[in-house]
């Protein structure tokens, strides 16, 4: 089945949270690596962060670490 992206204005509720606790995610990586101090390592960061959300931006199934809630 071929994925279909949806504009987020159609999204449905829960796709529109997840996709705001997404790129709050984003962000905060975003800003904890500009705590870095050498610019090599932050450019290495930056990069690798923005990999790997654009591999993942259409992932659907959420994969939750730490203790499992009972």
Not at 7 to 19: D, G, K, M, V
Request: hydrophobic letters at 35%; charged letters at 35%; a positive charge.
């Amino acid at each position: 089945y071929a994925m279909v992206r949806l504009s987020p204005t159609s999204l449905s509720p829960c796709q529109f949270l997840r996709r705001q606790q997404v790129l709050q995610l984003y962000r905060k990586i975003l800003r904890a690596i500009r705590e870095v101090p050498a610019e090599q390592d932050r450019r290495y960061l930056k990069d690798w962060a923005r990999e790997e959300f654009k591999r993942n931006k259409d992932a659907t199934e959420e994969v939750r670490t730490g203790k499992p809630q009972v």
